[in-house]
């Protein structure tokens, strides 16, 4: 006799089926009982990505890089959150600013190059909590499918925030709620 790891197995009933049995009624009946006991209850599924269920206020998403109000780029290339990064998700080149450059780059240096490889992160949200300079947080997007490694990896073009003077409706859409949230905490 083989061991049982629990006691919780039940012996086979391998009785013959009777005529009534093998027509499955009694059975289909149940199954329909089942069925339309749901039709009347909560929905619990959502018809995504049309209806997109709430988010918890912690919910940590795809990476922006962030903007001053005349839309100048926050990032000083301090490497922070690549330190920070426990999975190594984040590479970068410095570049120093220009004379002309002001209206472009807040600090004397800026991130000429910026990448995060989507396949490496774990959104635990590090880097955010590394930057000095509010460059860079995690939004409430989630990073979209993709069929190939290398879209998974993304440059400084995407992941930085539209203009919020130049491009103030797309600005509006990616600040989204954190606009409201960082109203209430000033
Ligand atoms: S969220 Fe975490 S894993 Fe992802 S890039 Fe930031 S620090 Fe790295
Ligand atoms: S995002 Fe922040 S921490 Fe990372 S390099 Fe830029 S300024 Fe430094």
Same mark, same amino acid.
């Given at each position: 006799m083989s061991t049982q790891l629990t006691n919780r197995a039940l012996p086979v009933d391998r009785k013959p089926m009777t005529f009534v049995e093998s027509l499955y009624l009694w059975n289909?009946?149940? @199954?329909? @009982?089942? $069925?339309?006991?749901? *039709?009347? #209850?909560?929905?619990? $599924?959502?018809? *995504?990505?049309?209806?997109? #269920?709430? *988010?918890?206020?912690? *919910?940590?998403?795809?990476?922006?890089?962030? #903007?001053? =109000?005349?839309? #100048?780029?926050? +990032?000083? /290339? +301090?490497?922070? +959150?690549?330190? /920070? +990064?426990? /999975? =190594? /998700?984040? $590479?970068m080149e410095a570049a120093e600013r220009l004379p002309g450059e002001e209206h472009l780059y807040r600090e004397e240096k800026y991130a000429a190059k910026y990448e995060i490889n989507m396949l490496r992160c774990i959104f635990c949200g590090l880097c955010e909590e590394a930057c000095p300079k509010d460059a860079i947080y995690l939004s409430e997007t989630f990073a979209p499918a993709n069929y190939g490694r290398k879209g998974f990896i993304y440059p400084k073009e995407e992941l930085l925030i539209p203009h919020p003077i130049n491009e103030k409706e797309a600005y509006d859409k990616a600040v989204g709620d954190r606009k409201i949230k960082n109203n209430k905490t000033n």
């Open positions: 289909i009946l149940k @199954g329909m @009982g089942v $069925t339309l006991s749901h *039709f009347f #209850r909560k929905k619990v $599924t959502y018809n *995504f990505p049309e209806q997109k #269920r709430p *988010f918890s206020k912690v *919910f940590r998403g795809l990476h922006v890089l962030n #903007r001053d =109000e005349e839309g #100048r780029e926050n +990032c000083t /290339a +301090c490497g922070l +959150c690549a330190v /920070a +990064c426990p /999975a =190594e /998700a984040i $590479t």
